[in-house]
């Protein structure tokens, strides 16, 4: 079994508390995991403002953004390392790892690498009362040493997404990885040390949330921001530990994300789209769907065809060839998922497909695996309708019109994304600008431009990333004023 160790100042950081990690395949332990207690913290956190102060903060942008680039061949490099890694923790299909986790895990750094180098600064000339005038101009300063919160689903991927614009601004960071996936971060601070970053700058202290590694880091008075991705619960516990500092926070959380399918759909398209959206990682996606309303001419056939695209998924290891779907992430959401399967059946759901869990040979019998699952049948105010499960399943409703679905897909305290399928044109635009979430896709689905803005709406999630959004959260801005 091996060790992951902390990464703390450019070094692996042993400690003598540790807790294990098991295979989501067949819960067999893989990993011991030192878990950082407040000391480690604040070692990480004292490196990470020494970093600030000296090599990370004198480096010229352009040096800076050369290094994170420097990061994307690295990761390149280590692509396998990586993969196994990431498929170990997780239990993802190298397929998809190979082509989503990995290779973006990697893009984010050369995204705001780029983006850093082309930051429009503001201008003003400003008249004075002696008439010789003053010049104001503002200049992005890093906020400081970022605390990174990151959950399991897409844990090298969406960590990079924050550490990424984070470093291009000029901060440094402590990242705590979920407990459930310690693996890539910390590979992730062997390549930071074989590029050269200077040590310090990216820091990964592991643990769980309350009394430990996440909670010291956030009530940690020397870190000036949080940026958090995980469950909408857990974003009001840091929410309140920042208050105590004023500190900004970022937040992307959960969600119940419907999808709209219109009778004029491209059917094709529309079933292969809403089963991605549905169980494309086993439906660990904040982004999936899990509400999906038909219009009433194309339900009976809409539920049919997505009953056999789910049928015909392989369910199965990472590395098993032609496999769509892995185990969850852990026998503790296993439990989470199967209560709702539970509960869609006591409530009277018609269970379309699914609903518990596949017969697994030997020893795999022991893992996190669920069967992807459809419902029909159950009302928009059940809790399979307004709960996250965040699992592989959904529920499949008809609506009669427009204006209707429009309400019933608003009708929710998540507001993260939303698909519409249609063919027509001004329905689309038309809907799309009605639909309370932060990203809507019209015929697609995690279609993602890494410069255009992503987040959640309502009780998914605080501001924007992505981009030039990404920048305003990592910087902040001095204004300079010359009189002349
Ligand atoms: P989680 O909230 O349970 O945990 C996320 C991280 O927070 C983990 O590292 C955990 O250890 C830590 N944590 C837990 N309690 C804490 C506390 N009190 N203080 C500090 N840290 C704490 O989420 P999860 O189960 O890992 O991930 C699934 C959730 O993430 C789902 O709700 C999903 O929708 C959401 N998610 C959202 C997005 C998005 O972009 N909006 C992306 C991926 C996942």
């Not at 392989?314 to 892995?326: L, Q, T, Y």
């Not at 399943?393 to 008809?398: A, D, E």
């Not at 932060?438 to 309502?458: A, C, H, M």
Request: charged content about 20%.
């Amino acid at each position: 079994m091996k060790d992951i160790h902390n990464f703390i100042n450019g070094e692996f950081v042993a400690t003598a508390r540790q807790f294990t990690k098991h295979s989501p395949m067949d819960h067999a332990p893989i990993a011991r995991v030192h878990e950082a207690g407040r000391d480690e913290i604040d070692r990480a956190v004292q490196a990470a403002r020494a970093a600030l102060r000296g090599p990370w903060g004198r480096l010229p942008i352009s040096e800076r953004a050369e290094l994170l680039k420097g990061l994307v061949s690295a990761i390149d490099r280590r692509f396998d390392d990586f993969l196994e890694a990431e498929c170990a923790d997780t239990g993802k299909p190298r397929s998809l790892a190979s082509h989503l986790d990995i290779p973006r895990g990697a893009a984010n750094f050369k995204v705001f690498a780029d983006l850093i180098n082309s930051v429009p600064a503001e201008f003003f000339e400003s008249p004075t009362p002696d008439g010789r005038g003053s010049l104001n101009y503002a200049i992005r300063r890093p906020v400081g040493v970022i605390g990174v919160i990151c959950p399991w689903n897409l844990p090298l991927l969406l960590m990079t997404w924050k550490v990424g614009p984070a470093l291009a601004c000029g901060n440094t960071v402590v990242v705590k990885p979920s407990e459930e996936t310690p693996q890539t971060a910390t590979l992730l601070g062997e390549v930071m040390n074989e590029v050269g970053i200077p040590a310090g700058v990216y820091n990964v202290v592991h643990g769980f949330g309350p009394d430990s590694a996440g909670a010291f880091l956030t009530e940690h008075p020397g870190i000036n921001a949080i940026t958090f991705t995980g469950e909408t619960r857990t974003g009001t516990a840091i929410m309140q530990a920042a208050a105590r500092g004023t500190r900004p926070v970022s937040f992307e959380l959960g969600g119940k994300n419907p999808a709209i399918v219109f009778a004029d759909c491209d059917l094709d398209a529309t079933i292969e789209g809403c089963l991605r959206s549905a169980f494309a990682n086993s439906g660990q996606v904040c982004l999936g769907t899990e509400r999906i309303y038909v219009e009433r001419p194309l339900f009976e056939t809409f539920v049919q065809r997505l009953k056999a695209g789910a049928e015909a998924l392989k369910i199965g290891c990472p590395d098993e060839e032609g496999v769509s779907m892995g185990p969850l992430v852990s026998r503790e959401h296993q439990n989470k998922v199967l209560s709702y399967y539970r509960k869609a059946a006591e409530l009277g759901a018609t269970v379309v497909t699914g609903g518990g869990v596949p017969p697994m040979p030997g020893h795999l019998a022991q893992g996190a695996w669920v069967q992807p699952t459809i419902w029909t049948g159950l009302g928009d105010d059940s809790p399979i309708a307004r709960e996250e499960i965040f699992g592989p399943c959904t529920l499949v409703q008809p609506f009669d019109a427009e204006d209707e679905v429009i309400r019933r897909a608003n009708d929710t305290d998540y507001g993260l994304a939303c698909s519409i399928w249609t063919q027509n044109l001004s329905r689309a635009h038309r809907v799309a600008a009605q639909i309370e979430a932060g990203l809507v896709w019209v015929n697609s689905w995690f279609l993602r431009e890494l410069r255009s803005p992503f987040g959640g709406s309502k009780q998914s999630g605080i501001g924007r990333e992505g981009g030039v959004h990404s920048l305003e959260f990592y910087t902040e801005l001095r204004n300079i004023c010359i009189k002349l």
